[in-house]
Structure formats: structure tokens, C-alpha cells
């Protein structure tokens, strides 16, 4: 998801969003852990875009704080 359709989202959905992102990543450990994980770049692409989502949250209370 880019950048921009995350800044679109409100902040129920990101929270929303991001707890499914961390289940994903929680289960695609396992995978990996038990050696089923094909993809291993997905670890790392869940990790970035948990970020991602978590960085916008932050930027939108730092604005809401200065208004």
C-alpha cells in the first residue's frame, strides 16, 4: 500500500490495519520458523509497511497537538 492511500484512511482504520498487519507478520514467523515460508521478503515487507502505518498515526497526533 502506497503512502497515499494510507494518509487517506482515518485513524480507526489504520489501527484497524495495523493490528491485521501484525497477526500477518506474527503468522508469517511461524511459517518461516517451521520452514513453510516461500517468501522470506515478505517478513521484511510486513515490517516496512507496519511502519509505514504507525509513522502516518504519529504524524497525525503531532498535527492535531499543534492545532
Known amino acids: 500500500m502506497k503512502i497515499e ?13 495495523s493490528q491485521d498487519l501484525k497477526k500477518k507478520l506474527s503468522d508469517i514467523r ?3 520458523s517451521s520452514n513453510k ?11 516496512r509497511e507496519i511502519a509505514r502505518i504507525l509513522t502516518i498515526v504519529n504524524e497525525q497526533k503531532t498535527e492535531n497537538n499543534k492545532q
Open 5 to 17: 492511500e494510507i494518509r487517506k484512511k482515518d485513524k480507526k482504520e489504520l489501527e484497524k490495519l
Open 30 to 32: 511461524f511459517k518461516f
Open 37 to 47: 515460508l516461500k517468501n522470506v521478503k515478505e517478513i521484511s515487507d510486513t515490517k
